[in-house]
């Protein structure tokens, strides 16, 4: 049996992580988490237990690796969707510069925002600005999403 999973229930449940304070590879909503950890608790009430740990990581990690790393994730366990067609609970990854990996994760929770935790605030959904849609990589859909 499929699990099906509506767009709305994804954007309840991310927003419901709003005011989660920013804690470094932390994902427990209300006490703290980082924008994987976001990602990862979001996960856990809409499709169900996560399908693999993520590794201790730095703040700089993906600068120190150079690989892409979290879209390699995120291509083991959603469902790659072209960025210009990603839709209201779709997770999108941005990258700080077009020379370097993707490392931030948000959801989107309506064509113009997007939720996401970010070091130095608390989870808050925030407008999904030109400065945003530069850096937007790759985005993905959770499995089994329906309209």
Do not use: N
């Not at 920013?22 to 980082?34: E, M, N, P, T, V």
């Not at 201790?56 to 995120?74: F, I, N, Q, V």
């Not at 064509?111 to 937007?136: F, I, K, N, Q, S």
């Amino acid at each position: 049996m499929t699990h099906i999973i509506h767009r709305s229930q994804i954007v309840a449940e991310a927003r419901s992580w709003i005011g989660t304070p920013y804690r470094h590879q932390a994902s427990l909503k209300g006490i703290g988490c980082d924008c994987l950890g976001l990602i990862r608790g979001v996960w856990r009430e809409v499709v169900g237990r996560e399908p693999e740990a993520p590794p201790p990581y730095s703040p700089d990690w993906a600068e120190a690796s150079g690989r892409e790393t979290l879209a390699d994730a995120a291509l083991r366990h959603l469902v790659p969707v072209p960025c210009d067609a990603a839709r209201v609970g779709d997770i999108v990854l941005f990258r700080w510069r077009e020379t370097l990996p993707a490392k931030h994760a948000a959801i989107l929770t309506a064509p113009d925002m997007m939720l996401h935790a970010h070091d130095g605030a608390a989870v808050a959904e925030v407008a999904l600005t030109p400065w945003w849609r530069r850096r937007l990589a790759f985005a993905f859909s959770f499995p089994g999403v329906t309209d």
